[in-house]
T-cell receptor, first 117, second 112 residues
């Protein structure tokens, strides 16, 4: 079974631009979560989606948004990029077969490394 | 704010020794805890988990201990190998939370 895939793997943008990152979960997984990882802040939760609905959101500004499609694939968007948005963005999927209780094991992709200049 | 913290940011052990990585969590409502391993250039990889109705769970060479009284979690790695060198994260979540809170991470160095 293929793992979680994320595209692109590396990205360089300049301040003020916007970026869209993509995540394809493991086949059969319906929950997708996004995290930002930086050396200073560690792994920070961005948001979680299940059946195209955002069920929870972390403490990030409105410039960070996401969505999930009917095939469970997910995208996240960051608008008006700032230097501090440089990070590794990780996507994780879990089965949540019956809607779940938020306690299922997550499987992570390799991440998209974003550099903002 | 919400946090799951670690007592030791860096741990260096000799190959063959046992390793113990500790973690303190802050949310009393958390009922599911996970340890992840992250190698350079990769996403976190699931190692072992434990639910709050347990205080110990064993896997292959790894054991997780949970002390809910003091909100403490630990990961024990037996006979540590060079391939165990990585950053280890503890994480917590709770029923209906739909989000996972990660600790800061501990870097484990295994000396050959």
């Amino acid at each position: 079974k293929a793992g979680v895939t994320q595209t692109p793997r590396y990205l360089i943008k300049t301040r003020g631009q916007q970026v869209t990152l993509s995540c394809s979960p493991i086949s059969g997984h319906r929950s997708v979560s996004w995290y930002q990882q930086t050396p200073g802040q560690g792994l920070q939760f961005l948001f979680e989606y299940f059946s195209e609905t955002q069920r929870n959101k972390g403490n990030f500004p409105g410039r960070f948004s996401g969505r999930q499609f009917s095939n469970s694939r997910s995208e996240m968007n960051v608008s008006t990029l700032e230097l501090g948005d440089s990070a590794l963005y990780l996507c994780a999927s879990s089965r949540m077969a019956s809607g779940g209780a938020g306690r299922e094991t997550q499987y992570f992709g390799p991440g998209t490394r974003l550099l903002v200049l | 704010g919400e946090s799951v913290g670690l007592h030791l940011p860096t741990l260096s052990v000799q190959e063959g020794d046992n390793s113990i990585i500790n973690c303190a969590y802050s949310n009393s409502a958390s009922d599911y805890f996970i340890w992840y391993k992250q190698e350079s250039g990769k996403g976190p990889q699931f190692i072992i988990d434990i639910r709050s109705n347990m205080d110990k769970r064993q896997g292959q060479r790894v054991t997780v201990l949970l002390n809910k009284t003091v909100k403490h979690l630990s990961l024990q790695i037996a006979a540590t190998q060079p391939g165990d060198s990585a950053v280890y994260f503890c994480a917590e979540t709770y029923t209906g939370g739909f989000k996972t809170i990660f600790g800061a991470g501990t870097r484990l160095f295994v000396k050959a």
